[in-house]
């Protein structure tokens, strides 16, 4: 009978972890004028932290270099997957499009939001976390430091300012391992690879990427914030949080994706052959 009453009270309980979330989100986005004009220099650390990382690791586990090794590598296992399949048909030209059309569109984005939940995300659970567990928030709270702007709103502002260059990084890496694999690996013509690319790119395809890699990271940062700030359970619970936070902001990645296709892909022919 428990086990029944227990399953029948999950959606409820459901509804109720949602709400939660749901108004923390939204007092997160109101407390965002404070952090804006309060805590610059909270903002200006979180920065450098969040795209370059801190201490040993600065110049190999930065959320800088780990995308942009993430999309590098995917856009040339592209290439190879993406060649071999024209090759079928005869249309290894067409290596170029095949870039610009994946790259943009698919591969980048969702490799860019899962590195950012990897990277940026899982620090910011921890750190909140274990700033939680040792009572540090409710430090802030009694020295009349609002907790949730100084710490939550910073990051959700340095985030927005760091996806932007960060993403431009990774989209530049995704065509250029794409164009490495075609050219230098299978031999794919670079005059006709370049010609295909710049044919079939269009800037507005470009604009919706960012659109999404900017949305992707809004949800990174706020979901990953929320875990962390609310953990329990001492270190335990800081790392029960940290995995809970890496699946809930990859589903979140997913559905990112798929609500921008259908938004702005659905509907609308942009992608004309003719011959």
Known sequence: MSRFRHAAGAPVRLLDALGEQGTFYLRVFAWVYRAMFRYK???????????????????????????GFMTFFVGASSGVQG??????????????FASAFINTRLAAPIIAGAGLAATVGTGITAQLG???????????????????PYLVS????????AVVPL?????????????????????????????????????VDILYSFLQAI??????????????????????????AVGRAVRTSLIGVTTVTLLVALAVYGNHDTLRIAG
């Open 130 to 148: 274990a700033m939680r567990i040792n009572e540090e928030i409710d430090a802030l709270e009694v020295m009349s430091v609002p907790s949730l």
């Open 154 to 161: 910073t990051r959700l502002l340095a985030g927005l300012v």
């Open 83 to 96: 060649y071999q399949a024209l090759r079928q048909v005869d249309l290894t030209a067409l290596s170029g």
């Open 167 to 203: 993403y431009a990084l990774a989209l530049i890496l995704s065509y250029v391992g794409y164009q490495a694999v075609s050219v230098l690996f299978y031999g794919v013509s670079s005059g006709g690879y370049t010609h295909y690319f710049f044919a079939f790119l269009q800037p």
């Open 215 to 240: 949305t992707m990271a809004v949800v990174v940062v706020l979901v990953h914030c929320y875990y962390g700030y609310n953990a329990t359970g001492g270190p335990a619970g800081v790392g029960e």
């Open 41 to 67: 220099k909270e903002q200006t650390r979180l920065l450098a932290e969040v795209g370059m990382g801190s201490g040993a690791l600065a110049l190999i586990g930065g959320a800088v270099a780990i995308t």
